[in-house]
């Protein structure tokens, strides 16, 4: 997914769910922010304030192996359980099974959400969210080398198959419809609006009962039903080309005004991070993996970009040891 899902569509998700504007905006913004948080920054080194934080994706799908397990299978291809892996590969016309397949609303995926959660911590919620999300758009890949990403098409031989390289953009516009041709043929149309709204209608489930725990089923239905329908007219017709993506952005902000009372605040990926950081002009440019004259302004553990980047970490660890370490391990036992 983009940033039309995982922001303007989360932000109108948690908008109608009952969160305030400015949680909203939180959970949006960590959701996007996913995505734009490319490079590794080195802040008030030789300073009892230095930091580094972690990237949580990369646009080198060329790095390390041990990168590519701590940032695509944890951030945007969160595998499902065996059990429903083993279900989905019928789904193939070669059979082919893969331990860290991607499944959407799988129980790995529900189980980081819940974890987020239950700390309470709006940042953890957004990137949860997008890891969440991703399992719907990114469904049938798997975050890692492998042959069975493959589309066989004249990109093969130029881009690893990692993820969804070889489909480019294709899972992750709101209005496409394209063929998977990996799929048996009844399931190789591809109509990414169905699955958009499906994952709409889980978050917005999952948000609900957060704020709500004693929320009658019925009323969340009722709710959930008239709100989906609300964002497939956003959306609108199917756009293959992707063309309409300005079109449908302006809709989501008006949409996201006319819930909100006029209240609205745009992404700008550059915000967290300029509010939190003091750049000379030597540091004006990113240097090298971020090294720079960067540091700290005042009060920075209080900031957006340090709250977000404690989140990314806290996250990449909980999903390392709970279920990508466990299912390496399980798969280097299975090899033996």
Known sequence: ??????????????????????????????????DDNTTEFKISQKTADAYSNYISQTSDITKPEKNLMRIYPAFHFMPGKKEEIEQDSAMRRDGKLHILNTI???????????????????????????????????????????????????????????????????????????????????????????????????????YRLYLDPQCPRSVIDQEEKALIAEIEKEIGDHDVNNEEMPNRIARYKEFIKKINKGEFIDYDENAWFNNAIDKNLIASMPLINGWGAYKWKADHKESNWYGFQEAVKAHQWFVMESIIDTITVNLELERM
């Open 1 to 34: 997914m983009d940033i039309e899902f995982h922001y303007y569509i989360a932000y109108i998700l948690a908008l109608r769910a009952g969160f305030k504007n400015d949680e909203a905006y939180k959970i949006a913004y960590s959701s996007q922010f996913v």
């Open 104 to 206: 959407q609303d799988n129980s790995n995926s529900s189980a980081v959400l819940k974890e987020a959660f239950n700390t309470k911590d709006l940042y953890r919620i957004g990137i949860a969210t997008h890891m969440y999300a991703d399992t719907f758009a990114h469904q049938n890949f798997v975050g890692y080398y492998e042959s069975c990403n493959s589309m066989k098409g004249l990109l093969e031989k130029v881009i690893p198959n990692i993820g969804h390289a070889d489909a480019q953009y294709a899972p992750d516009w709101p209005a496409n419809i394209w063929t998977d041709p990996r799929l048996i043929r009844k399931n190789s149309e591809i109509d990414n609006k169905a699955r958009f709204l499906k994952a709409a209608g889980c978050i917005f489930e999952q």
